[in-house]
């Protein structure tokens, strides 16, 4: 994508997920989405692909746990 860049910060991260900046932070840290840590303070940037390959592997962890936990409305329970 032209004009997108190829690193993004924790912020843009969060930003894009809809979620905290501790949270994007916690991500990282945990190692479930790869970064880099870079520059004198240690500042951490997430590879674009490697944000996106989050987002597709996350569809699919959620399309397995749909298939093994289906959906079921019980009616006792809507009253």
């Given at each position: 994508?032209?004009?997108?860049?190829?690193?993004?910060?924790?912020?843009?991260?969060?930003?894009?997920?809809?979620?905290?900046?501790?949270?994007?932070?916690?991500?990282?840290?945990?190692?479930e989405?790869?970064?880099i840590?870079?520059?004198?303070?240690?500042?951490?940037?997430?590879?674009a692909s490697?944000?996106?390959?989050y987002?597709?592997r996350?569809?699919?962890?959620?399309?397995?746990?749909?298939a093994?936990?289906p959906?079921?409305?019980?009616?006792?329970?809507?009253?």
């Amino acid at each position: 994508m032209p004009g997108t860049p190829r690193f993004l910060q924790l912020a843009d991260v969060a930003e894009v997920l809809n979620i905290s900046a501790a949270q994007a932070y916690a991500l990282v840290r945990s190692g479930e989405l790869p970064a880099i840590k870079i520059g004198g303070r240690g500042q951490w940037r997430v590879e674009a692909s490697a944000l996106e390959e989050y987002i597709q592997r996350m569809y699919s962890e959620t399309r397995e746990f749909i298939a093994a936990h289906p959906y079921t409305s019980n009616k006792a329970d809507d009253l």
